[in-house]
């Protein structure tokens, strides 16, 4: 719109000028036909002065259109960047759309959710009521249990008492049953000594029969088979 306004006022420029060339003309024209009776040497000479003139007045046409195509070439710069900058902005425009659309999306998951989480705060508020319900049902035991607990203490302090005891006879018949046990080993020992000398002495006292039997005859016998029977 700024091109086109600057454009229709170069054009109205350019048509004042050429009016006004054209009422030079005219007043040239009309000065030409006043003194036709002036000398050749002035007509030549208003000739060239209106030349001059005219050259002055195009060369400031020439130097007002150079400007003004300047004017106009920075314009049409101007309005290409504009027009870049339109279109980035658009870019943006349609980017900060798509953002807002995105955004709306996850809005609309965040109020599903919080729905969802307020049911679920509903829900965890009724369990806490009946977990309180139950904490004070359960207090109400543990006071009991605690009662309870007393009873059994004072219970196991009297059976770890009679334990005590218990594990003192304990160690005095392991202490009696070793010193049995001993006696058991020493008379064991003992036992296998006699049995020695006594088969010892089986042996002595059947050769002494044998040596016997010969000589005592039937007699000698009957007492050394009754000997051996306590054998």
């Known amino acids: ?62 130097e007002v259109i150079r400007v003004l195509t300047k004017h106009v070439g920075v314009v049409e710069t101007r309005e290409k960047e504009a027009q ?44 806490v009521g009946s977990l309180q319900v139950r904490e004070e049902e359960l207090s109400s035991m543990l006071k009991l249990k605690d009662q309870d607990v007393a009873k059994a203490s004072s219970y196991i302090l009297d059976l770890s008492g009679r334990l005590q005891d218990l594990e003192t006879s304990l160690k005095e018949s392991r202490s009696q049953e070793s010193k049995l046990a001993k006696d058991l080993e020493e008379n064991k020992l003992r036992y296998k000594e006699a049995g020695h000398k006594v088969t010892q002495l089986k042996g002595t006292l059947l050769k002494l029969c044998a040596k016997s039997i010969g000589n005592s005859g039937f007699f000698s016998e009957l007492f050394v088979l009754y000997l051996l029977s306590f054998f």
């Open 1 to 62: 719109s700024t091109i086109q306004r600057q454009r229709r006022e170069l054009q109205l420029l350019m048509t004042e000028l050429k009016d006004r060339e054209k009422e030079l003309n005219a007043m040239a024209a009309s000065h030409l036909t006043q003194h036709r009776a002036c000398e050749q040497y002035r007509q030549r000479v208003l000739t060239l002065e209106q030349r001059c003139a005219r050259l002055d007045e195009v060369q400031k046409r020439n």
């Open 84 to 127: 870049r900058e339109l279109s980035e902005a658009r870019q943006q425009l349609c980017e900060l759309e798509k953002k807002q659309q995105h955004i709306r999306e996850k809005c609309q998951d965040f109020e599903e959710k919080n729905q969802s989480l307020s049911s679920t705060v509903m829900a965890l508020s009724t369990q």
